[in-house]
């Protein structure tokens, strides 16, 4: 059974940081790209961060220069440091988990949420 269960989250006042972290269990961890998402009340679902199995990075411009994405594949761990936070971050924050087709049968993974709140 595949699960990933994302901590961390909390609420924070602006200006302060917080560390995500998605741990995943019942997947070969090395395969999957993985990815932060965040949706806010009202809004779509968009992209924060994403990180390769290899390691390549990607964010989305809001976050760039604040967010860092990494992953420890001894630990089946991704996570999401977060600086300088700004009430527009505040949002659910789920964890993404998606094998490329090179691997065989694509597929893709999404943890619950985790509530990241930033108070001005």
């Known amino acids: 059974q595949v699960q990933l269960v994302e901590s961390g989250g909390g609420l924070v006042q602006a200006g302060g940081s917080l560390r995500l972290s998605c741990a995943a269990s019942g997947i070969t961890f090395s395969q999957y790209d993985m990815g932060w998402y965040r949706q806010a009340p009202g809004k779509q679902r968009e992209l924060v961060a994403g990180?390769?199995?290899?390691?390549?990075?990607n964010y989305a411009d809001s976050v760039k220069g604040r967010f860092t994405i990494s992953r420890d594949n001894a630990k089946n761990a991704v996570y999401l440091q977060m600086n300088s936070l700004k009430p527009e971050d505040t949002a659910v924050y789920s964890c993404?988990?998606?094998?490329?087709?090179?691997?065989?049968?694509?597929?893709?993974?999404w943890g619950q949420g985790t509530q990241v709140t930033v108070s001005s």
């Open positions: 993404n988990a998606v094998r490329p087709s090179y691997w065989g049968l694509p597929a893709t993974y």
């Open positions: 990180i390769s199995g290899g390691g390549i990075t």
